[in-house]
């Protein structure tokens, strides 16, 4: 439909300059993406009751023949009011329209109508205000509700994709030739698109859904597979040597089981045909760093550059020191890359890692800027990626001309779900926690508790230990760096002498570090933050996070920000403080209360926000999904993503001039989330 897409909306019958803008505020700008703007949901009129059996107070269906045209009624305030009455043959109704004197022309009398709104009144005299209606033509339709922006009802959009569908010609280019839609039982796009957005039955609604669906996720797939093709390649850097025990030797703990199957699996893979690409799952405190390290060590024993790229710069910087302390004993130079770097430190790493002599680049995404370049990068570790978008992920991979790759994560994803979103991957799973962990206790407390909490707070203070209080924002609107230093005078008022240390989000890299470092060595003993802390820090002596106004978070960033305590021997505990009193809200929390298990936290959170927020674009760097939901989707995700390994099997470019519609989709789907895909 390449035309379409060319096509202002404003070419649309119906649409002046005004409309236009806001079509392009709802993401439509071309009548091609009009027609795929599909409608959210589908109203039945075929729900009508009877007037006598409407709920008063509730969105009801009746249906019913005009009495009379709507007469005009102005009123106070330049207001204007439509009124009318309906009957079903038992009983009336009486409706009222404000200021749209387009029903006078639009209500026949004694024509038939479905009217949807609100019921009033008494239950003698029952009313609806501003009802939407359709004539009884229309009844048997499923009415499409869209998704509106102020000024556009889901009405005059869908008048407005009538027109667009006027457009489409009959044989429009389908992207999927039809040699495939026989071999996947798939309609043709004409029909998908008209069926889409102008149901005659759920079956067939269903017909059209799946089509569009397994289309939008084969586009997406062959775009994920292109980025991930790399890993078809020559292995450059086959691992001859595995130096992993002797780097297990180093370790002031023996690795559990789980983590040595994870080092073994990559070591494997190291060694083999294709570069490595896998992803290491593992809940908080499983024990992922070390994997990584293991890794990293025989690479560069084995002659090669490895580098680890962390979300943060006070993860990349703890990150640094503890590899640091591990390996630099044995003569591996390590660098820290980040954004904050000195100019002078800066250019010396640099210099390090392209003659070869650094072995080593720990950093955040500034590993990534323009000038850090390698001399053998053979491996490229990502922590926590999710955080990072598939972008970031293959630019650094680019960097290294296709290593080993390597992804940590401590976010549980589904199987289908991890294939699709870092395409063609192996998966280890940490099931096993570090021997001697004892399970975190998890309460919930209200504000007038909190003093409470302080006294225990202080309690393990002067036992040796510390914590982590996560601070609130405390006005609306207020900077991070207010609300937390405000906040840190309370505590200093109830603390007295104590040494805190302040974190929050607007300091300097440095401060920051200094801040994190004078925690981890055991100087200031306890820690007032902003969720900055939340991602991967690692102090083992912290037995207590306590989380102001907790339920301002997600289940998932709660559990993230639980797991930076109970990561040594001592028993730990984190304190969730809530004035919420909303049912929901608390129940949420108690839930989060029982269990410490983060797939099943996961999977909660999953089902309180729905997979469109949790796997969100902010979340993995996909392209925005127009139609395909891939937690409910599961079966034609599988489908499609066989359907592609197939099609690049066969003709690796995707060359043939069948597929030049399903590539035209592609760069289209690549090119809107700004992500890059070569073909
Ligand atoms: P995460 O998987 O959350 O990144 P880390 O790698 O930060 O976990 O490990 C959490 C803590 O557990 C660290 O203090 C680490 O030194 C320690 N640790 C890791 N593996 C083991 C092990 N096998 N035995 C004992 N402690 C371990
Ligand atoms: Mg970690």
Redesign the pocket.
């Known amino acids: 439909m390449p035309s379409l897409f060319e096509t202002d909306i404003a070419a649309l019958k119906g649409v002046g300059p005004k409309r236009a803008e806001l079509f392009r505020k709802l993401g439509a700008p071309t009548v091609g993406d009009l027609l795929r703007l599909y409608p959210r949901a589908y109203e039945d009129w075929r729900d009508a009751v009877p007037i006598r059996n409407t709920l008063l107070n509730e969105v009801n269906i009746v249906k019913g023949t005009v009495l009379r045209r709507p007469v005009e009624q102005r009123i106070r305030g330049g207001m204007t009011l439509y009124k009318t009455t309906i009957t079903d043959g038992a009983d009336d109704m009486q409706l009222t329209f404000f200021n749209n004197r387009f029903v006078v022309n639009l209500l026949e009398e004694g024509a038939v109508y479905a009217f949807r709104g609100k019921v009033t009144g008494t239950f003698t005299r029952r009313e609806m205000a501003s009802p939407e209606f359709v004539p009884e033509s229309r009844m048997q339709d499923m009415v499409p509700v869209y998704p509106q922006t102020e000024g556009l009802t889901s009405r005059i959009i869908a008048n407005a994709v009538k027109e667009a569908l006027k457009l489409l010609p009959e044989t429009v280019n389908d992207p999927l030739p039809d040699s495939l839609r026989m071999e996947y039982a798939l309609c043709r796009l004409e029909y998908a698109l008209k069926t889409i957005h102008f149901p005659n039955s759920p079956e067939a609604l269903s017909t059209a859904r799946r089509r569009l669906v397994f289309e939008e996720l084969l586009v997406l797939q062959l775009g994920m597979l292109e980025i991930r093709r790399a890993g078809a390649r020559q292995n450059p850097y086959p691992i001859a040597q595995d130096c992993t025990a002797d780097f297990c030797a180093l370790l002031p703990?023996?690795?559990?089981g789980a983590?040595q199957r994870a080092v073994a699996d990559a070591v494997r893979d190291m060694q083999g045909a294709h570069p490595m690409n896998r992803l290491i799952q593992?809940d908080?405190?499983?024990?992922?760093?070390?994997v990584a390290a293991a890794l990293c060590y025989t690479v560069m024993r084995n002659g090669l550059q490895a580098a680890l790229m962390a979300p943060t710069e006070i993860l990349a910087t703890q990150h640094f020191e503890s590899l640091s302390a591990l390996l630099a004993p044995c003569g591996i130079r390590l660098a820290l890359i980040t954004g904050s770097m000195r100019q002078k430190a800066r250019r010396e790493a640099l210099e390090g890692l392209k003659s070869g002599e650094i072995q080593l680049a720990v950093g955040t995404h500034a590993l990534l800027s323009e000038g850090v370049e390698f001399d053998r990068l053979a491996l490229v570790i990502t922590d926590e990626q999710h955080r990072f978008g598939v972008g970031q992920r293959t630019a650094l991979a680019k960097k290294g001309g296709f290593p080993h790759t390597l992804v940590m994560s401590?976010t549980p994803i589904p199987r289908t779900l991890a294939l699709m979103i870092y395409g063609d991957l192996d998966v280890s799973v940490l099931d096993e926690l570090?021997?001697g962990r004892q399970p975190i206790e998890t309460y919930l407390i209200d504000p007038a508790k909190r003093c409470r909490a302080f006294g225990y707070i202080q309690k393990h203070i002067d036992e040796g230990r510390q914590a982590y209080i996560v601070c609130p924002l405390i006005e609306e609107g207020a900077s991070d760096m207010a609300s937390v230093t405000a906040y840190a005078d309370i505590v200093r008022d109830y603390f007295g002498n104590l040494p805190i240390g302040v974190l929050h989000g607007r300091m300097k890299p440095k401060e920051k570090d200094a801040v994190m470092a004078d925690f981890s060595a055991g100087h200031t003993k306890l820690l007032i933050s902003t969720t900055v802390v939340e991602v991967?820090v690692?102090v083992?002596n912290a037995v207590i996070m306590m989380i102001e106004n907790a339920e301002r978070y997600g289940l998932s960033q709660l559990h993230q920000l639980r797991?930076r305590v109970g990561?040594g021997q001592y028993k730990s505990t984190c304190i969730l403080v809530t004035e919420a009193q909303n049912e929901e809200a608390v129940q949420r929390l108690r839930m989060f209360c029982s269990t410490t298990d983060g797939f099943k936290v996961a999977d909660e959170d999953l089902r309180l926000r729905g997979p469109g927020d949790f796997f969100g674009e902010r979340q993995h760097g996909l392209p925005k999904l127009k139609i395909a939901d891939m937690m409910n989707d599961m079966q034609v995700l599988q489908e499609a993503q066989q359907c592609a390994r197939a099609l690049l099997e066969r003709d690796p470019q995707l060359a043939g001039p069948a597929l030049r519609g399903l590539k035209a989709e592609m760069h289209r789907l690549f090119a809107a989330s700004g992500g890059t895909v070569t073909l």
């Open positions: 703990f023996t690795m559990t983590q593992g908080v405190g499983s024990g992922k760093t070390a401590a570090p021997p991967g690692d083992p797991g990561r």
